[in-house]
């Protein structure tokens, strides 16, 4: 049985207690629901990956409520530190080198010597955070390679009877998941998000390097089927094909619209719920059309997300 926690003292309460007890619960954060778990317990975190059946290779985000959190268990560089000022707390992930003494679960970091830190502004997660007192570790609250969740009926759907409880928040406003960089020495970003590029190299004063798998629109080898729907789905498409469902932006229309007025913010938005819509509306044997989204703020987050939810299933 998983129970619905009310986003008040008494539901915020009751999350920090599971989590102290080594149970994981989803909460809501400003970019997507994330499926938290004590992040210094090696059963709490197996448990995260158990309920997402995710592969235990891929590493976890640490979640914590500020900076002096985060310095208790990673080493923050003079650019993580430009970063973190400017950004945290918000839609910003910094891969750090992991302390020595840091208390983290190997099973977090996967057994690298860096770890992903992330302050959330989302009023609900500052306040669990805060509660339970300790840093959470959390991957995106849906089962793996499936659509991240952006309230909390979409976390029901996938994970309701393998988790303790979820926090209910209401909708994510940001939408996409965070931004990841590693901060130093050289800045490179390793997956567009929920900040957009142009606020990050503006704050730097200069472009960022790009990781292997950020920014890549032509490298298919790189894309693994993340985010997937069930229905098949098409890219840059200005018109439905016959059976397609087509998802429209701006002046192209669709059955459904990422954004009517065109507007970037407001697509990221409802990206993850609009691939829900069009999956249902398709149904598993039906196909999905994206009209083309440009290719700039949180544009870029946007069709990051969509070519890997377009990839050839793995
Ligand atoms: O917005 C978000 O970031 C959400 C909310 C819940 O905070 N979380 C999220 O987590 O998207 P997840 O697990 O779905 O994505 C974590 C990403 C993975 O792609 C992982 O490879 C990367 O972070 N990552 C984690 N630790 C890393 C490390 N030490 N070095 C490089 N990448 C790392
Ligand atoms: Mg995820």
């Given amino acids: 049985?998983?129970?619905?926690?009310?986003?008040?003292?008494?539901?915020?309460?009751?999350?920090?207690?599971?989590?102290?007890?080594?149970?994981?619960?989803?909460?809501?954060?400003?970019?997507?629901?994330?499926?938290?778990?004590?992040?210094?317990?090696?059963?709490?975190?197996?448990?995260?990956?158990?309920?997402?059946?995710?592969?235990?290779?891929?590493?976890?985000?640490?979640?914590?409520?500020?900076?002096?959190?985060?310095?208790?268990?990673?080493?923050?560089?003079?650019?993580a530190r430009a970063l973190a000022a400017a950004f945290w707390p918000g839609p910003l992930t910094l891969v750090l080198p992991l302390r020595a003494d840091s208390g983290i679960s190997p099973l977090v970091s996967a057994g690298l010597a860096t770890v992903a830190v992330r302050v959330p502004a989302h009023p609900v997660a500052q306040r669990l955070l805060r509660a339970f007192g300790g840093p959470v570790a959390a991957p995106s609250a849906n089962p793996s390679g499936r659509v991240s969740p952006t309230r909390a009926d979409h976390v029901l759907d996938g994970l309701s009877g393998r988790i303790a409880a979820v926090l209910d928040g209401g909708p994510c406003a940001v939408g996409v998941e965070s931004t990841i960089v590693l901060a130093d020495p050289d800045p490179v970003l390793l997956r567009p998000g929920g900040l957009p590029l142009e606020a990050l190299e503006a704050a730097m004063g200069g472009p960022l390097a790009m990781g292997d798998d950020a920014g890549k629109p032509n490298a298919p080898g790189q894309l693994s089927s993340?985010?997937?729907?069930?229905?098949?789905?098409?890219?840059?498409?200005?018109?439905?094909?016959?059976?397609?469902?087509?998802?429209?932006?701006?002046?192209?229309?669709?059955?459904?619209?990422?954004?009517?007025?065109?507007?970037?913010?407001?697509a990221a938005s409802r990206l993850f719920q609009t691939l829900r819509e069009a999956d249902r509306l398709a149904g598993p044997a039906g196909h999905i059309a994206f009209a083309p989204v440009p290719e700039h703020g949180l544009g870029r987050a946007i069709n990051d997300r969509l070519r890997r939810a377009a990839a050839p299933r793995a």
């Fill in 226 to 266: 993340h985010y997937a729907p069930a229905a098949g789905l098409r890219l840059a498409a200005t018109q439905a094909r016959p059976g397609e469902v087509l998802v429209g932006f701006g002046a192209v229309k669709g059955a459904l619209s990422l954004s009517a007025t065109g507007d970037l913010v407001e």
């Fill in 1 to 79: 049985m998983t129970i619905t926690l009310a986003s008040d003292e008494d539901g915020i309460a009751k999350a920090a207690a599971l989590l102290a007890a080594g149970d994981v619960v989803a909460f809501p954060t400003e970019t997507v629901y994330g499926l938290g778990g004590d992040a210094r317990s090696d059963r709490a975190v197996a448990r995260i990956y158990a309920a997402k059946a995710r592969p235990g290779f891929n590493p976890l985000i640490v979640h914590l409520p500020d900076l002096a959190a985060v310095e208790a268990v990673a080493v923050v560089g003079p650019k």
